[in-house]
């Protein structure tokens, strides 16, 4: 059973189900296909590596306890958690004003590519912090950069890729936020054992 597809006065498709637009939508050519090949191979990796890096950072605070890291900052175990605690806090309270600049800003990969560097340097000085002043600014300084990398990176992609597109790439962003979380903990055992150079200022390698 063949049947037309109307055009209505403001473009919509009138009379159409969901498989009758699907076959209406036009071919692809060679350039569309090169083009989504290219940002596969570009954008699709860096935006993954920075999910995974995120994610063993928030692993590393946890790991670096058992190398000495409340210890020799002499956190009390309230103070310890509320390290962890006050990086989410700030994450929350940095993702709106984030996304507002993210949506108004020309140039949203020039903004994440800042924050990426901002968020590196930060995340550096995390190793050096020697009291619990020093690493509760350091926790919240970093999460303002880091509001930046998943919501940004999903406005990002939605702005390259079609809705059919944009599901698959999206769901490997997540995975590699996860697979970080998987192996996240062997990686900073590997980096800690091999770089320490005594056990008590293993813990600040981690960031390094």
Partial sequence: ????????????????GPRELDHAAEPENGAERQLRHELDLRLVPVIVILAMMSSID???VTFARLKGF????????????????????????????????????????????????????????????KDYISIIMCR???SIPEAAFYAGSSYLLSSWYTCKELGLRTA???????????????????????????DAMSYGLLWF
């Avoid at 059973?1 to 159409?16: F, I, R, T």
């Avoid at 709106?96 to 590196?120: A, D």
């Avoid at 979380?181 to 091999?194: D, K, L, M, R, T």
Wanted: net charge neutral; proline share 3%.
């Fill in 70 to 129: 409340q210890s020799d900052l002499h956190l009390t175990d309230v103070q310890y958690d509320t390290v962890l605690a006050v990086t989410y806090a700030s994450y929350c309270l940095a993702l709106v004003p984030s996304n507002m600049f993210i949506h108004r800003t020309t140039r949203p990969s020039t903004y994440i590519g800042c924050c990426v560097v901002l968020w590196g340097i930060i995340s550096t000085l995390t190793g050096l912090t």
């Fill in 58 to 60: 928030r692993i590393g």
């Fill in 1 to 16: 059973m063949s049947s037309s597809l109307q055009s209505g006065p403001d473009g919509e498709v009138k009379g159409a």
């Fill in 140 to 142: 919240v300084l970093l």
């Fill in 172 to 198: 490997i962003l997540i995975a590699g936020g996860s697979i970080a979380v998987a192996f996240g903990s062997v990686s900073c055992h590997c980096n800690s054992s091999i770089h320490s150079y005594s």
